[in-house]
């Protein structure tokens, strides 16, 4: 669906996108991660063509978006990280009209405006000035906006940035809903980990205008390493004693190591055995901020917001 080979963009001396190659197959969500700066959005609008590579390939639904922009234009839809929505219009006024763009007759524009309304749960609010509407309210439809022409692949800008966490959960379900309903393949960029992780299939890392690694989020995580257990104990002696039994060394009254060769069960059964009794067991799983540092060498300031 999308293929992009060498892709470069420089704007006079500013080097925004630094050669970046990756494709996306049918159907797939693919998420561009990166933090400010890094060439997401530059990247989407060469791939939209709003903006001409400086050199590089790239074709969407096989068309090449330099030498068939039309082609591009009609197979996709955007969503553009400022959002240029209409204060004034209603939702479903917005909705009508872009299909009206799209040479929709009005009664199939109306029709497929109340189609996308629900889709996006903004029927009891369609009446509404858009102007008027929350922010989160203001990404859904754009979201609907994007999806008037039936595209087969969408581009999001930052769907979720400024949002509160509530709203962002909200988006997310729209979008997971949109590519398992309708098989709608999409490109999104983010500057959130947990984002990505929570709804690519596979993920770029954009650092300086370059894909800095590419795979799937578990992939990116092996990178790392697997999940760590760690316990906290009263005193050093216990701590020494299970991180000898695990061929390990104890930090002071913390021991911490890979859950690679032992399960959680063989854990918890050998301190049983040696009545031992941790104050404090965790176990984390790598997160893509680990990822991040490993193959940057940067830690990650993309602001992270966790989501219960
Ligand atoms: N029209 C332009 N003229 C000059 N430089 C530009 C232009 N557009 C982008 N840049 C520069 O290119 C680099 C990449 O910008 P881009 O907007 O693609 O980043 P981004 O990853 O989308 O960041 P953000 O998360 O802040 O939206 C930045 O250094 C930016 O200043
Ligand atoms: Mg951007």
């Keep these: 669906m999308i293929e992009v080979e060498g ?24 998420a561009f991660l990166g933090p400010n700066g890094a060439g997401k959005s530059t990247t989407v609008q060469m791939l939209t063509t709003l ?29 553009l990280q400022e959002t240029g929505i209409d204060k004034v219009l209603t939702g479903r006024e917005l909705l009508v009209l872009q299909g009206r763009l799209f040479k929709m007759s009005r009664e199939e524009a109306e029709h497929r405006a109340n189609e996308l309304l629900k889709v996006v749960s903004l029927t009891d609010a369609a009446d509404r000035r858009s102007g008027t ?66 709804l690519a299939d596979r993920i770029a890392i954009i650092h300086h205008g370059k894909i800095v690694s590419e795979g799937t989020p578990e992939e990116l995580k092996q990178l790392v390493g697997g999940e760590t257990v760690a316990m906290d104990f009263s005193n050093e002696s216990e701590a020494a004693t299970v991180a000898s039994h695990f061929g390990t060394t104890a930090n002071g009254t913390h021991v911490a190591f890979e859950l690679r060769n032992v399960t959680l069960t063989e854990i918890v059964r050998a301190l049983d055995e ?28 993309g602001g992270e917001i966790h989501v219960d």
């Excluded at 096989?62 to 068939?68: C, L, T």
């Excluded at 009794?277 to 830690?299: A, I, M, N, Y």
């Design 133 to 198: 509407y929350s922010g989160g309210m203001r990404r859904r439809l754009d979201l609907a906006l994007t999806l008037v022409h039936r595209p087969t692949v969408l581009f999001l800008d930052e769907p979720t940035t400024g949002l509160d966490p509530a709203s962002r959960v909200e988006i997310w379900n729209e979008v997971r809903r949109l590519n398992r309903e309708f098989g709608t393949t999409i490109f999104l960029t983010t500057q959130y980990l947990e984002e990505a992780d929570e």
């Design 7 to 30: 892709l470069v963009k420089t704007f006079k001396d500013v080097s925004a996108v630094g050669g970046v190659s990756f494709s996306v197959k049918e159907g797939e969500i693919f």
């Design 274 to 301: 040696q009545k031992l009794q941790p104050e404090r067991l965790t176990v984390k799983q790598p997160s893509l901020d680990d990822v991040f540092l490993k193959v940057t060498g940067e830690s990650y300031e």
């Design 51 to 79: 903006v001409r590579p400086t050199s590089g390939m790239a074709r969407v639904n096989g068309y090449d978006v330099v030498k068939r922009e039309k082609e591009v234009r009609l197979s996709i839809g955007v969503a």
